[in-house]
């Protein structure tokens, strides 16, 4: 099945310092895209991967498991690792909670998350249905391209499988429970108005990880997909300067090649 455009995985090598970015459920890599070459372009090596049933047509997604979207992340993270001195995640949506699993199972090999809109738990009273609704509709109407700027587009599937939506939901149980294992850097940047994800989902992540080392940012112009909304470019700042703050050695480096050049 040929990739919807601009939907292709990224990646880019370059300094000792690495970031993985997860894109979220129904989505794909071209969420993260600007957020991705932004690292790149400050000296960064970069990992931003296209997970299983995404990118395509909703029903590839249909007979995926939350198990495959965070195996192929969980590579990418070992992929990634084995090539730089320190690791962070970068995710968005449901990608915040395959980055909230994977620093909880690889500990000090992750050095910091930036999460975006993460999702951890279902706001729709109606998912308590799922397990009997998949068997009896393959989908419902999707939630893609919940942004507040008028000339951005986000590529994502326009129904929802509802199998693949229940396995969401495993995940989210999943993620909850091993919580309190995240020791890592957090920085949670979330949208007052979002229409797919609601604001207790980051309370929930702020009241039950472990971390000391924690920033919440507001993001007050954007809806859900704030990787391209107006907030974009505050994302891309905050998360630069994060990443300085903990890894300041690399920063250094790159600044060095940057006048050397």
Known sequence: MPLLPGAKPFRHRAGPVGVLLVHGFTGSPQSMRPWAEHLAAAGYSVSLPLLPGHGTRWQDLQVTRWEDWY???DRALRELSAECEQVFVFALSMG????LRLAAEHGGRIAGLALVNPSVRSDNPASVLLPVLRHLLPSLPGVANDIAKDDSVELGYDRVPLHAAWSLSRLWRTVRAGMGK?????????SPQDHVVSPGNSALVLARISST???????ERSFHVATLDHDAGLIFEASLDFVRRLAPVAAVEVDAENHSG
């Open 71 to 73: 195996a192929e992340a």
């Open 96 to 99: 915040g909670s395959l980055a």
């Open 182 to 190: 995240v020791t890592q850097p957090v920085l949670l940047m979330h």
């Open 213 to 219: 080392d924690v920033t919440e940012l507001l993001l």
